[in-house]
Antibody, heavy 122, light 109 residues
Framework: QVQLVESGGGVVQPGRSLRLSCAASGFTFSTFGMHWVRQAPGKGLEWVAVIYYDGSNKYYADSVKGRFNISRVNSKNTLYLQMNSLRAEDTAVYYC???????????????WGQGVLVTVSS | DIQMTQSPSTLAASVGDRVTITCRASQSISSWLAWYQQKPGKAPKLLIYKASSLEAGVPSRFSGSGSGTEFTLTISSLQPDDFATYYCQQYNTYSPPWTFGQGTKVEIK
């Protein structure tokens, strides 16, 4: 069965960096694109970033462009989100999620991890 | 960017009720729309993709319709397990960002 397990969250001061990881299992990771989606406390869902199955293309929300970097190591079945210059408004639960079907326009998320909380506070 | 607007924001209903949630896109997205259900403290769960295709394992009381800019999610007979928040998301192919609606909370009446 598909499993996505995020890690690396915690409390970090504004301006500092944090790297999230997402360990994937139960499917051929190297053939699926992957998303990061976040949810601020009590708020709705916000798409953050996507990476193609082979890492060849990456896209970001304007709110994180230039500060966050999505990457993957297919040999380790792991997705990453490097978050730099963190702000209070980046406080959220961060979910990794699988792209359902990149090859036919199915960019929606079909499987989600349980999420990891990132708190940006001094 | 494409904006997604859901209505209502909150809906109070009883078990057995037929429930309809609307999602409007700021420009045409063809049928590139998904619906998710989220319960408190849990990850979202995919219900519907491509506006009207039911995800495997999702009860048939859930259905989606629409195309272009107006979409609906219908629950034909609300069950106790259905009280949750529902989100639409456009995924107009190759055109990120893939934005979510603000959510509709379905509460017990």
């Amino acid at each position: 069965q598909v499993q996505l397990v995020e890690s690396g969250g915690g409390v970090v001061q504004p301006g500092r960096s944090l790297r999230l990881s997402c360990a994937a299992s139960g499917f051929t990771f190297s053939t699926f694109g992957m998303h990061w989606v976040r949810q601020a406390p009590g708020k709705g869902l916000e798409w953050v970033a996507v990476i193609y199955y082979d890492g060849s293309n990456k896209y970001y929300a304007d709110s994180v462009k230039g500060r966050f970097n999505i990457s993957r190591v297919n040999s380790k079945n792991t997705l990453y989100l490097q978050m730099n210059s963190l702000r209070a408004e980046d406080t959220a639960v961060y979910y990794c999620a699988r792209v359902a079907d990149q090859y036919s326009g199915g960019w929606y998320e079909d499987y989600w991890g349980q999420g990891v909380l990132v708190t940006v506070s001094s | 960017d494409i904006q997604m607007t859901q209505s209502p924001s909150t809906l109070a209903a009883s078990v057995g009720d037929r429930v309809t949630i609307t999602c409007r896109a700021s420009q045409s997205i063809s049928s590139w729309l998904a619906w998710y259900q989220q319960k408190p403290g849990k990850a979202p769960k995919l219900l519907i993709y491509k506006a009207s295709s039911l995800e495997a394992g999702v009860p048939s009381r859930f259905s989606g319709s629409g195309s272009g800019t107006e979409f609906t999610l219908t629950i034909s007979s609300l069950q106790p397990d259905d009280f949750a928040t529902y989100y639409c998301q456009q995924y107009n192919t190759y055109s990120p960002p893939w934005t979510f609606g603000q959510g509709t909370k379905v509460e017990i009446k």
